[in-house]
C-alpha cells in the first residue's frame, strides 16, 4: 500500500504561481511512476503529467506544457508539481497519484485507458481572472 497526501493548493491570481507536494508514504519501493491529474466541477478528469521512477520521463498534456513541471524530492518521498502562469482554466481539484507497473516512458493519467494504483484525496486550486 502506498498512502498519498498532497498540499499546497490555493487561492490565486491569473498569472499566479502555485507548488503543489504530495508526500507519499508505505511501500515506496513499488513506486515505478508518479504523476498529476485535476478534476474541475462538470468537467472529466485530466491527466495533467507524469514522471518515472528515475525521473528521465517526464510528460505533459498539452494544456499545461511550458507552464507546469513535475519533479520529485527522493529523500523526502515527495512529488511536486509547479505551476506558473496560471489560467482561470486551470481551477480544478489536483491529485496525485502513482503506478506500480514498469512501462517504457512514463504514462499520463488516463492515456489509452492506463489506471493508476494510488491517489490521493486531492487539493483544491483556484485561479481567478
Known amino acids: 500500500q502506498v498512502q498519498l497526501v498532497e498540499s499546497g493548493g490555493g487561492l490565486v491570481q491569473a498569472g499566479g504561481s502555485l507548488r503543489l507536494s504530495c508526500a507519499a508514504s508505505?511501500?515506496?519501493?513499488?513506486?515505478?511512476?508518479m504523476g498529476w491529474y485535476r478534476q474541475a466541477p462538470g468537467k472529466e478528469r485530466e491527466g495533467v503529467s507524469c514522471?518515472?521512477?528515475?525521473?528521465?520521463?517526464?510528460a505533459y498534456a498539452d494544456s499545461v506544457k511550458g507552464r507546469f513541471t513535475i519533479s520529485r524530492d527522493y529523500a523526502k518521498n515527495t512529488i511536486y508539481l509547479d505551476m506558473n502562469s496560471l489560467k482561470p482554466e486551470d481551477t480544478a481539484v489536483y491529485y496525485c497519484?502513482?503506478?506500480?507497473?514498469?512501462?517504457?516512458?512514463?504514462?499520463?493519467?488516463?492515456?489509452?485507458?492506463?489506471?493508476?494504483?494510488?491517489w490521493g484525496q486531492g487539493t483544491q486550486v483556484t485561479v481567478s481572472s
Open positions: 497519484a502513482v503506478y506500480r507497473t514498469v512501462q517504457d516512458m512514463c504514462v499520463i493519467w488516463g492515456t489509452y485507458g492506463f489506471e493508476y494504483d494510488y
Open positions: 508505505g511501500s515506496t519501493a513499488s513506486i515505478n511512476g
Open positions: 514522471m518515472d521512477r528515475g525521473g528521465d520521463s517526464t
